[in-house]
């Protein structure tokens, strides 16, 4: 595991926390750190400086379940952050090489294929990488300007940095470019020696200063349910709630399914986006992701 990854964590989550804000008394004169001190993370977690000191330098190797939970505590991490923690200190430790370089799966079973193909709302299937590995059809044809970039693999981080359309497409660009550089970190977290992982964030740093500088903030978090406005050439702008969800048997994917209610104005433009898709598949110009699975 680098211990740089936990050292830049754990030291900007301290930074975000002011004394005020830890219930620990503000003195005065000059702070040389933003946030909490070293020795002020040390007394809300119980732990002594000394060993505080230590975890920060990236020793999490041997640290207990009770210690991590009350770092957390004292960092006042959410879900997302604490299952990052976890998942660092796990990294650490003994036997951890061989499974966190196990990459994740980069094609799907085509019983969750057929599973797909019986959604009737936009459905798909990604890896911890974000590759995209299986679409329905009717997420085939929402996705299409991203199954359309000429960036191979297809994959949303490389999407969203590398292709200029993304932008337009993703109505919110910065808060997806900041929700795709948080997950590749949870992933980076799981799977630290993940060598086409390691090879997407290095080419991603080189190609784009707004992911550089996003991934420099440590930021994690899940993907389990929200909201997304995807400005589609073809129907305008449409808002979409989605769920996320692991697969029981496919741990490494995740199927990602939108909600859509009969006869309101996203049902709509769903049908008029089937009949463009079914135009576009007359003319051969419907991308098929398999042809870009890894």
Excluded: C
């Excluded at 085939?140 to 970039?149: F, H, N, R």
């Excluded at 795709?180 to 390691?198: F, I, S, Y």
């Excluded at 080419?203 to 929200?226: C, Q």
């Excluded at 110009?285 to 042809?291: F, I, K, N, P, R």
């Amino acid at each position: 595991m680098n211990r740089s990854e936990v050292t830049e964590f754990l030291r900007t989550r301290r930074a975000r926390i002011s004394p005020q804000d830890a219930g620990l008394p503000a003195f005065g004169g000059h702070r040389r750190v933003p946030g909490l001190r070293r020795e002020e993370v040390a007394m809300l977690a119980g732990v002594s400086v000394d060993y505080y000191v230590r975890l920060e330098r990236g020793n999490l190797a041997g640290a207990s379940d009770s210690v991590l939970d009350a770092l957390a505590n004292a960092l006042r991490l959410d879900d997302a952050e604490r299952a990052h923690l976890f998942d660092l200190a796990r990294a650490a430790g003994p036997g951890s090489s061989r499974a966190s370089a196990r990459p994740p799966a980069g094609v799907v079973r085509p019983q969750i294929q057929a599973i797909l193909d019986s959604i009737s709302a936009p459905a798909w299937v990604r890896n911890g990488r974000l590759d995209h590995l299986a679409h329905n059809r009717a997420s085939q044809a929402l996705y299409a300007p991203l199954l359309d970039s000429p960036e191979r693999p297809t994959n949303t981080a490389r999407y969203v940095f590398l292709d200029d359309s993304s932008r337009e497409f993703f109505v919110d660009w910065h808060q997806a470019a900041a929700d795709v550089t948080a997950l590749l970190r949870m992933e980076a977290g799981k799977r630290p020696r993940d060598k086409a992982l390691t090879q997407l964030v290095g080419e991603l740093s080189t190609r784009s200063d707004e992911f550089r500088a996003l991934w420099a903030r440590h930021d994690v978090k899940f993907h389990r349910s929200g909201a997304k406005r995807l400005r589609h050439p073809a129907v305008g702008v449409m808002e979409l709630e989605f769920e996320g969800m692991e697969l029981p048997s496919d741990p490494d994917l995740t199927l990602l399914v939108y909600a859509v209610t009969a006869g309101t104005p996203v049902a709509d433009q769903l049908e008029l986006l089937q009949h463009w898709a079914d135009e576009r598949e007359a003319a051969g110009l419907l991308s098929d992701v398999s042809a870009t699975r890894r």
